[in-house]
């Protein structure tokens, strides 16, 4: 059974639809790259997943429940993790409370401990500003404060908004080798939405194209990278 099934979905906003029949499927394990150009829907799909659009027609099933119009909150608690690409930490809160607060489903407080220990060890970083406000922090450790608090919840699969969009190369390469880690030693599957295409699909093993609301191309990251047409069709998001 698919971790994620996504039916012939037809989603936006008001009355407007912008996803025009898409399906996909992830599998547990997965490490999935959404791509396309500026505009074609990526945010859109993923925030349709997460309960945040109008769902005009299709389904959405979660590791074989139906969550379709299901309320965020709902499908948050079944350890779905969302990482939006814009205000995804409290500035105003610490490290550690932003930490904690997405930790909240979590009831055991030994649990919580120890889920919190494996975070801050992934994020050493997080753990030296554990008391420091998070309106303080750089854009990359921001950032990795984002994921750190989604990993708080234990999600079984992750969904990233475009994480590196406001950072320097060096900084987005770091975010993509944790990324990776957290598949890989965490066990978490990830759904990445990145402009920088060439990197996400160099860390995912499956890749997905969206254009103009549709699913235009699927496959390896080998059979989009050597595919001239699809490089064609959003050659900037390639050439970087
Ligand atoms: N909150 C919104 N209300 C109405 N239209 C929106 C909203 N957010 C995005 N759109 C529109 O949906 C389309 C797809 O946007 P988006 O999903 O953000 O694309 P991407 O993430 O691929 O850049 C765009 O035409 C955009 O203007
Ligand atoms: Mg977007």
Not at 85 to 93: R, W
Not at 130 to 138: F, K, T, V
């Given at each position: 059974m698919p971790l994620l099934e996504v039916e012939d979905l037809i989603s936006g906003y008001g009355k407007m639809a912008i996803i025009q029949g898409v399906s996909l499927r992830i599998e547990t394990g997965d490490f999935v790259a959404l791509v396309g150009p500026n505009g074609s829907g990526k945010s859109t799909l993923i925030k349709s997943i997460v309960g945040l659009t109008t769902i005009f027609e299709g389904q959405i099933k979660f590791d074989g429940s139906d969550?379709?119009?299901?309320q965020p909150e709902h499908i948050a608690s079944m350890r779905l993790g969302y990482v939006p690409?814009?205000?995804?930490?409290?500035?105003?809160?610490t490290v550690k409370e932003n930490l904690e607060m997405g930790g909240t489903?979590?009831?055991s407080s030994a649990h919580k401990r120890e889920i919190y220990e494996r975070v801050v060890t992934l994020f050493p970083l997080l753990a030296s500003r554990?008391?420091?406000?998070?309106?303080?922090?750089?854009g990359g450790e921001r950032q990795m404060l984002a994921v750190g608090r989604a990993l708080m919840a234990e999600p079984r699969l992750l969904i990233l908004d475009e994480p590196t969009a406001a950072l320097g190369p060096k900084i987005a390469d770091q975010l993509f080798l944790k990324l990776s880690e957290i598949r890989s030693q965490l066990g978490v599957t990830i759904m990445l939405v990145e402009q920088n295409a060439r990197k996400a699909l160099g860390i995912s093993n499956h890749g997905i194209v969206l254009i103009q609301g549709k699913k235009a191309f699927e496959g390896t990251p080998e059979q989009i990278l050597n595919d001239t047409e699809i490089i064609r069709l959003f050659l900037g998001e390639l050439t970087i």
């Open positions: 969550v379709t119009k299901q690409q814009i205000s995804n930490v409290f500035t105003d809160m489903i979590i009831r554990e008391n420091q406000r998070a309106g303080y922090l750089s």
